[in-house]
T-cell receptor
Framework: AQKVTQAQTEISVVEKEDVTLDCVYE???????LFWYKQPPSGELVFLIR??????QNEISGRYSWNFQKSTSSFNFTITASQVVDSAVYFC???????????????FGKGTKLSVKP | DSGVTQTPKHLITATGQRVTLRCSPR?????VYWYQQSLDQGLQFLIQ???????AKGNILERFSAQQFPDLHSELNLSSLELGDSALYFC??????????????FGPGTRLLVL
């Protein structure tokens, strides 16, 4: 069965600290995508990144970076020099193939609540 | 702003009632997905529509139903509501035109409270 585990329920850091959010996934598919979404206190879900199963290159976008390792089935997210505005719940998600090989639904982890204190 | 709109933003109703949640996808998106976010179950996929047809079903209760109209907006109908149906309901959309796995963009959600 496909599953996403975010073992860290809550993390609290002080501004400017680096923080890594862990994500471990399980799937039998050889082709799949992994995603990270951010849910700020206002409640909406904001797309951050997606990565396909054939691309293990790490990605950096400003203060955000992602480390994808198929060998350990992990897709971790690091925020460098955290800021108060980074306070949110972060979800890791795995795509599941749907009908006819097209886009299927997302399987979400339980989320990690990040609090960045000034 | 993702471009996905959902109405209403908040909904308060009583047990046993029926409500309809509405979603308009991003311009040009053919696929619409519904998700439920509750404290105990987390974010769960309910149902997907592609260009008016049901494409995939998740943990959707029989009391719930959905449809996608010719103008591509979608409605999620929740009936015989129970206290446990209180949750945040998200709609998401994606292009739906290719065979690959696409990014889903989420609306702001409808917060349902059943009293």
């Amino acid at each position: 069965a496909q599953k996403v585990t975010q073992a860290q329920t809550e993390i609290s850091v002080v501004e400017k600290e680096d923080v890594t959010l862990d994500c471990v996934y399980e799937t039998r598919d050889t082709t799949y995508y992994l995603f990270w979404y951010k849910q700020p206190p206002s409640g909406e879900l904001v797309f951050l990144i997606r990565r396909n199963s054939f691309d293990e290159q790490n990605e950096i976008s400003g203060r955000y970076s992602w480390n994808f390792q198929k060998s350990t089935s992990s897709f971790n997210f690091t925020i460098t020099a955290s800021q108060v505005v980074d306070s949110a719940v972060y979800f890791c998600a795995l795509s599941e193939k749907g009908y006819g090989g097209s886009q299927g639904n997302l399987i979400f982890g339980k989320g990690t609540k990040l609090s960045v204190k000034p | 702003d993702s471009g996905v709109t959902q109405t209403p933003k908040h909904l308060i109703t009583a047990t046993g009632q029926r409500v309809t949640l509405r979603c308009s996808p991003r311009s040009g998106d053919l696929s619409v997905y519904w998700y439920q976010q509750s404290l105990d179950q987390g974010l769960q996929f309910l149902i997907q529509y592609y260009n008016g047809e049901e494409r995939a079903k998740g943990n959707i209760l029989e009391r719930f139903s959905a449809q996608q109209f010719p103008d591509l907006h979608s409605e999620l109908n929740l009936s015989s509501l129970e206290l446990g149906d209180s949750a945040l309901y998200f709609c998401a959309s994606s292009r739906g035109v290719g065979m690959g796995i696409e990014t889903q963009y989420f609306g702001p959600g409808t917060r349902l409270l059943v009293l």
